[in-house]
């Protein structure tokens, strides 16, 4: 009876959780004139174990990010009855294309062509298809991943060859920093960067969606034109 009850604790204050990201993703969304359905969230499970996704699940969350292709990996049997689709958002190597091909339905961090050749070989031996966002470097951080933004359209039309990876948008982390404005600059310039490029009509590559804004920035992200936003303590809880 307690385990029954700790389960119902923990999923009703991760739905409380859920409904007050979503009010301030519909006020952030009223502020710029936009329409909250233009905006989805993304949960992200990394370092969550099988009964928080679980929870998550039944509150109707269906696509899941993880930074570990090992993550995903363990949990995918273990949740193979949820139908989840696996978002990869964290920087990837080349050697781990095999586990992305078999158990993701996209990768958000794209940006480089390595990694898209090795991913699109992969793929093909698998006869899978998936996602692509291309991830911008918008940060002056060292620390942060991504292809430089004076390098984006070229990057663009080289992976349009590339039938395996259905390029739907671009990525972006911006800077960690109690200067708001800083952080908006980041997610502003993925905007424009998007908008520059769109104009070229790549073929093959759409640029409809903006992955940008975690649990810190989100708003600021949606209030700069983010589509989907990347939340996971905000979520789940502290881990």
């Keep these: 009876m307690n385990q029954l009850s700790d ?13 007050d990201i979503q009010s301030r993703m519909a006020q952030a969304c009223l ?4 329409d909250p359905a233009e905006v989805t969230l993304l949960p992200v499970s990394k370092t969550f174990g099988e009964a928080e996704i679980r929870d998550a699940v039944s509150l109707g969350f269906k696509r899941f990010g993880e930074n570990r292709t090992q993550e995903i990996a363990q949990k995918g049997p ?31 961090s794209l940006d480089r062509m390595d ?17 692509v966002l291309v991830q911008v470097k918008t940060s002056p951080e060292e620390t942060k991943s991504g292809l430089e933004p004076s390098q984006l359209a070229d990057f663009l039309k080289a992976l349009s060859v590339f039938s395996t990876l259905r390029v ?17 600059a980041c997610f502003r310039q993925l905007r424009q960067l998007r908008d520059d490029t769109a104009a070229l009509n790549i073929p093959n590559v759409s640029l409809e969606r903006l992955s940008m804004g975690m649990s810190g920035d989100f708003e600021i992200a949606i209030e700069e034109g983010s ?3 990347r939340v996971g303590t905000a979520i789940f809880g502290s881990r």
């Design 31 to 34: 502020r710029v004139g936009r």
């Design 168 to 184: 739907k948008g671009l990525m972006t982390m911006a800077i960690l920093s109690e200067d708001k404005e800083a952080v908006r």
């Design 115 to 131: 990694l898209a050749e090795a991913l699109d070989r992969r793929l093909q031996m698998e006869g899978r298809v998936i996602d």
């Design 78 to 108: 273990l949740l193979a009855d949820c139908g989840i689709e696996w978002v990869i958002i964290g920087h990837l190597q080349t050697n781990k294309a095999k586990e992305v091909a078999r158990w993701a339905s996209e990768v958000q």
């Design 227 to 229: 589509t989907e936003i």
């Design 7 to 19: 389960t119902h604790n923990s999923r009703a204050a991760m739905q409380m959780r859920v409904a």
